[in-house]
């Protein structure tokens, strides 16, 4: 594990801080958007599956988008390519605040936010590697990068449900259109940044969901991110039944702080060459099982105590999930193909979500929140169910893993990955 005196020298090399903060304050954005575009389209309508779709809409849009921006930002550089989405974006939001949930543009106005989200997380990632070439300061860079995942999707929740209980869910939507609009601009206006590599010809051996591995992991990925979409729509409407919306902000903190604290041992975790656990294969369905056990409790919590505290026991296994899917990818896919595999992971991960969140606001129009719950909870055994039939395609091994866990992967798979 790196000495905390290594993030201390991250924030001295000329220019990073610079970015970086900035670059946080705008993936706050990530955390709060989904959530208040939410709540703010079911204080309008009364309707969770309307703002289920809302979210839904905003996050297909981000999730197909998404690639097209990256591959952009590498073309003419992150500078260039995000600038103009710092005022488009926050345009959006503003669009979206003049018509949700009163007339039928709601949907087009939400998807046209995803799509013009600014990518500003992979944008960072890339920008270390100009800040230093140092191997052992851009490991923990990255490692850096997968804490602030879990950072930003502490705070997010947070700050919506305190701007829902104090103001109103317009102000939530608008705080996130500010972060995402200064944020980028001042990443965007830092010394430093890569200027973009020109279009260039890219060797394609395949395309990564063919590798037998990769499709295993994005089956079950996107089963659990269905599972997450899910309880994003009803951990809120939970608290709402019980006279607080304001308390599903806090509930879904109380995950994302479980999840940041797994994360935070397991990628402390080294595993000997030769031991049963350094299979990187067997690891991950361990863990699967253990999200699947864990939320059933979420399912049968009888209130909103007793949720939070099954929440942040369930979270615990999320972090160290994702670590295994992007770790067992990156050992699947050919040299010059990893970082597009990752990407396309991303995306399924994204849809995945996004049709949790639309099926848990049906269902729980219907039926009420612990069905909704149910829904989440039923798509993790089913993530667990496809990556046992699945397992035979999962590459498996015996070496030390300490290079793959925690480092450079996105640590909690939601909507959209930062």
Known sequence: MHSLRVYAALFRLPGARRA??????ARTTYAMAGLSILLLVHARTGSFARGGLATAAYSLASAAAGPWWGRRIDRIGPARALLPLGVAFPAALGLLLAVAGRSPWTLPCAALAGALLPQIGAAMRASWSSFTTDEGLLAAAYGMESVLVEVVYTVGPLL??????????????????????????GFCTAPGLPGGGGRGARH?????????AVGAVAAAAVLQSCSFGALEVAVPGFASERGSSALGGVLLAAWAIGSMLG???????VWPAGSRWAD?????LV?????????????????????????????????????????LVARATPPG???????????TVTLGAAAGNAAAGAVQDAYGSRAGLGVGAA?????????????????????????LVGVGAPAVPRAPVL
Request: glycine letters at 12%; hydrophobic letters at 50%; charged letters at 10%.
């Open 20 to 25: 970086a903060l900035p670059a946080l304050l």
């Open 160 to 185: 919506v449900g305190g701007l829902v209980a104090f103001a109103s869910p317009v102000a939530a939507v608008a705080v996130a259109a500010a972060t995402a609009g200064i944020g980028t601009l």
């Open 204 to 212: 394609r051996r395949s395309h990564p969901l063919r590798v037998p």
């Open 263 to 269: 994360g935070t041992v397991y990628g402390a975790r």
């Open 280 to 284: 990187p294969a067997r690891r991950y």
């Open 287 to 327: 863990l699967l099982a253990l999200a699947a056990v864990t939320a059933l409790p979420v399912v049968g919590a009888p209130g909103t105590v007793a949720l939070g505290i099954a929440l942040l026991v369930s979270g615990l296994t999320i972090a160290p999930t994702g670590t295994e899917q992007f770790g």
């Open 337 to 347: 193909t990893t970082t597009e595999a990752f990407t396309w992971l991303s995306t």
């Open 379 to 403: 798509a993790g055994v089913a993530s667990l169910v496809v990556a046992l039939a699945l397992r035979g395609r999962l590459p498996h091994g015996g070496r030390a893993t300490r290079e």
